[in-house]
Nanobody, 115 residues
Framework: QVQLVESGGGLVQPGGSLRLSCAAS????????MAWYRQAPGKQREFVAV???????NYADSVKGRFTIARDNAKNTVYLQMNSLKPEDTAVYYC?????????WGQGTQVTVSS
């Protein structure tokens, strides 16, 4: 069974950058689509970005042009490069498959954008 562990979060000033990593305990090469999601305090979890096995990507409108998703099947890792961060990007970030698999949800990694 695949376990996903997110890392790379932290406190950053507005306009700053962070790179998140999602390391899988098993192979993700058979998972067609992997995505990043986020949940801000008091809000529902929302979709951020997806990457397919072919390299297809798609992004939420709120992060388009600022965030970049990538995957390395050899390392069983999915990344999220976040640039030009805004306070509204503050949330716990999770990775999962698309559609999401309940047993894959990890602890997430906290991203706080504040001056």
């Amino acid at each position: 069974q695949v376990q996903l562990v997110e890392s790379g979060g932290g406190l950053v000033q507005p306009g700053g950058s962070l790179r998140l990593s999602c390391a899988a305990s098993g192979s993700i090469s058979s998972i067609n689509a992997m995505a990043w999601y986020r949940q801000a305090p008091g809000k529902q979890r929302e979709f951020v970005a997806v990457i397919g096995s072919s390299g297809y990507t798609n992004y939420a409108d709120s992060v388009k042009g600022r965030f970049t998703i990538a995957r390395d099947n050899a390392k069983n890792t999915v990344y999220l490069q976040m640039n030009s961060l805004k306070p509204e990007d503050t949330a716990v970030y999770y990775c999962n498959a698309v559609p999401s698999i309940s047993s894959y949800w990890g602890q997430g990694t906290q991203v706080t954008v504040s001056s």
